[in-house]
């Protein structure tokens, strides 16, 4: 650059030949300079903030790049991440206590058809009709050369079915991957695992979702990833569930009976061993439910949670326990037992007649109702109600099962004297056979609530104290009674101590209108072994006839007390429990004089 | 020296260009591996779901039932009652073998009370 002078000389002499001040020339030339040197610089900063300008832009233009891929992008688990997915289907098993499996997941296909893409639509509707005998062959030409572009054909098809479907080789004719659900056992604990079927479907991919049973009350559970597929264990013990049902199934078919309950119960935790219901459903077929008509006349009825019957003389314990506890009467306190019993307009009977009198124990080993109604009359109303209530027999039970809310006890809307006499011995509230399976759990094990659950519980806490221990342990002593020598003595297997106490309560008309003379729910609730109650077991007959004597016999004690002896034989071993010899009362040393 | 610093730092970019270019590549190739074993853990995890659940359902108690009954003649298997219950005691060990008599000694037992003190 060539650098301007700041005073030419040229100009300096012509300016001092003309007088002027030379000064004016240098000041003009320094400004011309400043100038000069102010715009370049300006030139210079604007490029830099052009520069940076645009480094922001790309720096921005980059994020917010990145930021729209993140958002577009599926996410992908991290390649490199150890471990591997431990998650193999999107709803975890079910198992039982021992980890025996009662509900699994099978990956099976789907099979649907796009017509459009179909070669020959009416041969292949032929050929389809022929693999699976339930489509209709004409309903599926119509589809097929309709207007319609998708149809869903089938949900779900065995791996052989899918091997025919392929051999027709339509391209028109396509598969989507399925998660089944699997009950391996079959019916075997079918009303506690309700089922599952399919909810939202795509065709990649279907939701399963619980339909009834704990599948539909931990279907959130279920579902839930964060769980990392841990499967849900219940408290079932499968063998004694499959016991128990066998031998249901066969004294339901012997005694003649329409339908039949039972629930095995850990006395202490209020864990549920084995819980049944006959007739029972394959959950991996669930048929549907009805529309009308009686919902217990469907095989999808849990007459053990839903089953809400007035259970007759199982009931007396508790009038007599809670007699006991409050002090008002002692086991050989003698009762009045004349009959029959006339209050008002009512009329109290006995199924016989048991004398004037009877001791309190004789009362419950004997089932004298009238015995019972003078008990309750001292105990009064109020405090029959609040007892009844601390027991659980008022309200809905808190296990785990969809079913188990709706089935809320049914009891009186006033509460007279004469419903006081008759609650005593079970008629006017009713209950499920697990509402009498708790309520016995609390009598019997020394007198804490028990809340009864069907998941693993093992290290329960005991619940609130309902009765003492000492009224306990009478109580114990009553119900072994009833099986050693009175309407139990069916009931007795030996080794195991069983104690419990049959109810016989006439069914209710089903418009109102008194009772049937001839239908009964027959129920014995026991526990064993009795001299520390280890289980409960609650047995309900709905319609027994018991018929290789004379006449027909309908009692619970030749119905539900056999039934129940047999389940205790076959199951008290696989619950572990060893025969013990029964230990003797003690000697006592009666004074005698001579 | 000035150059010689030049030509060695543009060693190294060479160098380092080579490696990364390496690793890049090693990386992409274990990634593949990774999501290969993946792929197969997860196949064989799900064949371990159908086998479980094929185990299970062989398993069924309705169907140990029925082979039980069918077979009873050859196994003569009865359900579990609370007679099958023992003791240890009634357990029969096997006799203990007894080495050898290798020096016989006479011993004469005495059972009661020597003879001749008989009242």
């Known amino acids: ?70 958002a577009s992008t599926d996410p992908v688990e991290p390649a490199a991440a150890t471990g591997g997915a431990s998650i193999v289907a999107q709803r975890a098993d079910i198992i039982d206590r021992e980890g025996r499996i009662l509900a699994t997941n099978l990956v099976t296909h789907s099979l649907y058809a796009q017509p459009q893409m179909m070669v020959d639509p009416e041969g292949s509707a032929g050929k389809l009709a022929a693999i699976f005998p339930d489509l209709n062959a004409e309903r599926l030409k119509k589809d097929f050369t309709g207007t319609r572009k998708f149809i869903w054909l089938k949900k779900k098809i065995s791996p052989e079915q899918m091997q025919l479907v392929h051999e027709i080789g339509d391209p028109g004719l396509l598969f989507g991957p399925r998660e089944m659900r699997l009950y391996p056992n079959g019916a075997i604990a079918a009303h506690i695992l309700g ?32 769980n990392g597929g841990a499967p849900l264990q219940l408290s079932l013990d499968l063998t004694i569930q499959s016991t128990v049902e066998d031998v249901l199934y066969g004294g339901m078919k012997l005694m003649n009976a329409k339908g039949a309950a039972a629930v095995l119960m850990d006395a202490w935790s209020g864990e549920i061993v084995a819980m049944a219901s006959l007739p029972d459903f394959d959950p991996n077929t669930r048929p549907a439910a009805l529309t009308k008509g009686d919902p217990s006349d469907s095989p999808l009825f849990n007459r053990a949670v839903q089953g809400v019957y007035e259970l007759g003389s199982t009931f007396k314990i508790f009038a007599i326990g809670q007699a006991l506890d409050l002090g008002l009467v002692s086991p050989d306190t003698m009762v009045d037992t004349k009959g029959p019993m006339v209050w008002g307009k009512f009329r109290i009977r006995d199924f016989h007649n048991y004398g004037p009198q009877l001791s309190v124990t004789d009362v419950i080993v004997k089932s004298s109702n009238i015995g019972t109604a003078h008990v309750a009359q001292m105990i009064g109303g109020t405090r029959q109600q609040d007892f009844l209530g601390r027991l659980g027999l008022f309200d809905a039970t808190p296990v785990e099962l969809v079913e188990a809310p709706g089935a809320k006890p049914l009891r009186p809307a006033k509460w007279p004297e004469i419903t006081t006499m008759t609650v005593s011995y079970g008629h006017g509230v009713a209950a499920s056979p697990l509402h009498l399976a708790a309520a016995y759990a609390t009598m019997v094990n020394g007198g804490t609530r028990v809340a009864p659950t069907l998941l693993r519980r093992p290290n329960a806490a005991p619940g609130q104290r309902v009765i003492g221990e000492q009224t306990s342990a009478i109580i114990r002593g009553m119900l072994r009674q009833v099986v050693q020598h009175g309407t139990a003595t069916f009931g007795d297997v030996p080794g195991y101590e069983v104690g419990g106490k049959t109810g016989t309560a006439d069914k209710p008309k089903p418009n109102g209108g008194g009772y049937f003379k001839d239908k009964v729910v027959a129920t014995f609730a026991a526990a064993f072994p009795m001299s520390d109650p280890k289980y409960i077991l609650v047995v309900s007959l709905d319609e027994p006839v018991e018929t290789s004597g004379t006449e027909p016999r309908r009692t619970a004690g030749w119905t539900a007390v056999p039934v129940g002896a047999e389940i205790i034989r076959r199951a008290a071993p696989l619950l572990g429990l060893r025969p013990q010899l029964e230990p003797v009362a003690q000697a006592e040393v009666i004074r005698v004089r001579n | 020296m000035r150059s010689l610093i030049l030509v060695l730092s543009a060693f190294a970019v060479v160098g380092l260009g080579f490696w990364a270019y390496r690793e890049n590549y090693r990386t992409q190739g274990e990634l593949a591996e990774v999501r290969r074993l993946q792929a197969e853990i997860g196949e064989m995890r799900e064949a371990l779901s ?70």
Not at chain 1, 50 to 60: D, E, P, R, T, Y
Not at chain 1, 201 to 221: H, L, N, Q, R
Not at chain 2, 91 to 96: E, G, I, L, T
Request: overall charge neutral.
């Open chain 1, 1 to 70: 650059m060539i650098r301007t002078p700041l005073r030419p000389l040229a100009r300096i002499l012509s300016a001092r030949s003309r007088g002027e001040n030379p000064d004016v020339i240098e000041r003009e030339n320094i400004r011309i300079r400043h100038e000069a040197m102010r715009d370049s610089a300006r030139a210079r900063a604007e490029g830099r903030l052009l520069m940076l300008g645009a480094a922001f832009l790309v720096a921005f233009a980059a994020v917010g790049f990145e930021m729209g891929v993140l």
């Open chain 2, 50 to 119: 159908v086998l479980n659940a094929e185990w299970a359902y062989l398993n069924r108690p309705d169907r140990l039932r029925e082979l039980a009954d069918i077979n009873f003649e050859r196994l003569g298997l009865l359900p579990f009652g609370p007679r099958q219950f023992g003791t240890v005691a009634s357990v029969s060990y096997p006799a203990v073998a007894l080495p050898p008599i290798t020096e016989p000694v006479d011993t004469i037992a005495l059972n009661g009370a020597p003879s001749g003190t008989n009242p």
């Open chain 1, 195 to 226: 089922g599952a079927s399919f909810g939202r479907e795509g065709v990649s991919s279907a939701e399963v979702v619980g339909t009834a049973g704990v599948e539909k009350t931990f279907d959130g559970w279920l579902r839930d990833p964060a």
